[in-house]
């Protein structure tokens, strides 16, 4: 299984199960994102919409984007104000949707299944109005030092490992920079505020510079 035929078997429990990753990096994107509204936002990797509903608070438009049809479904199937508008793409691919330049861009606990951070930095680069702002929480890759990954109980019993990249902190900051961004904020988020503990997220806030 690729990593979208995964997230179309995963997307029928995705929001059923105990999840500290998906949890935790839900009350970070609203600890970290500034406040205000934001004209023009697009959320990268939307899933089931764990936080589109929330976004779609703060967004007068909101594009929610995802490759996997079966998550999108999901995120779909609730109820959206008719600001919010879903998109089926790989992002890794050029943002033809994209109809407006964004003022915010978030992408929460998807790149750890990107390969290359550099095609996502350019291509939101490309998409984001200069001053715009781009969030990344993901975990952290202290986390995937000790083995952790995007995981799921299968039906027939088993635990399917999706294809991971581990990026360091530094991969982050440094395509960031090579792509014209300022690194406003970077944190790190512990279970239970456990700071003596391994951080479970990772946080950054950049803004497009150039
Ligand atoms: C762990 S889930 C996170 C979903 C949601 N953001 C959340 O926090 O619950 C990762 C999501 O990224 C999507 N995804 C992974 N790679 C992608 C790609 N290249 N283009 C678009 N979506 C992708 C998957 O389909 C999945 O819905």
Not at 138 to 147: A, I, M, N, V
Not at 154 to 166: K, S
């Amino acid at each position: 299984m690729n990593v979208q035929q995964a997230y179309n078997t995963w997307a029928s429990s995705y929001d059923m199960v105990r999840n500290l990753t998906r949890d935790l990096e839900a009350q970070v994107l609203r600890a970290v994102l500034p406040p205000g509204s934001y004209a023009e936002v697009v959320e990268l990797g939307c899933g089931t919409g764990k936080n589109t509903a929330w976004l779609a608070q703060r967004a007068h438009r909101l594009t929610a984007v995802d490759f996997s049809s079966e998550m999108l479904a999901r995120a779909q199937a609730a109820p959206q104000p008719p600001h919010v508008r879903f998109q089926q793409a790989d992002i890794t691919q050029p943002w033809f949707w994209l109809t407006a330049p964004a003022d915010l861009l978030t992408c929460s606990l998807i790149l750890e299944h990107i390969q290359r951070l550099d095609v996502v930095f350019a291509l939101a680069q490309m998409a984001l109005r200069p001053g715009g702002l781009f969030y990344i929480g993901e975990l952290h890759p202290f986390k995937q030092y000790q083995g952790s990954k995007a995981r799921f109980d299968t039906a027939e019993g088993g635990v399917f490992e999706l294809e991971c990249y581990v990026h360091h902190i530094s991969d982050f900051t440094e395509s960031a920079r090579r792509h014209g961004f300022s690194c406003q904020r970077l944190q790190e988020w512990f279970d239970d505020e456990h700071r003596a503990g391994t951080p479970r997220i990772v946080s950054f806030l950049f803004r497009r510079e150039k």
